[in-house]
């Protein structure tokens, strides 16, 4: 989130809320990780309901891992990873570690979802739960977004390379 964006949330308080996320869900996290934790709000001012707390531990030319949370109910936006110059989209398998996601990814739409998507534009409709120790990967290139149960989540994603800054996102008005 840029410093020109208006914060209608405190930062300090949304890492303390997060760490204790990654408590619930067993993991431990340094000082220097905690300090790392990012809020991303994707430019709209909306954190309760769409956004992502993330702590990224490594993200090489190879390989990424990161610790995705996600307050009740929030939502990462629809948006796809394509290739960058000769890198091939990222590929990334998400592993629910604590709560309940929603993933939706392109395909046959599921009749009756257990979540709805905030306001925003939405395309993808397939819907696949995620308990803890349960995961699935997604190739590049595809579409999809993701929301939190009732309780919140956490999520370890495991992926290549990661260029954040390149994803596109179905709603124009997300900033990344």
Known sequence: MSENQKKSYEPENIRKRTADYFKAAGIAITPEEYDRIEIAD????????????????VNTM?????????????????????AVGELPGKEETFRCRWGTVYLYVDGEPTENPQVQPPKGE???????????????????????????GPQGAVVSEFSTHS????D????TRIIR
């Open 42 to 57: 994707f430019g709209l001012d909306q954190l309760e309901k769409t956004g992502l707390e993330l702590l990224t531990y």
């Open 62 to 82: 190879r390989c990424c891992a990161k610790e995705l949370v996600l307050f009740p109910f929030q939502t990462c936006p629809e948006h796809r990873h394509p």
């Open 168 to 171: 596109i996102f179905t709603d």
């Open 163 to 166: 260029t954040d800054e390149n």
């Open 122 to 148: 939405y395309t993808v409709f397939h819907e696949i739960v995620l308990h803890p120790g349960e995961q699935y990967t997604l190739l590049s290139n595809t579409r999809h977004w993701f929301q939190a």
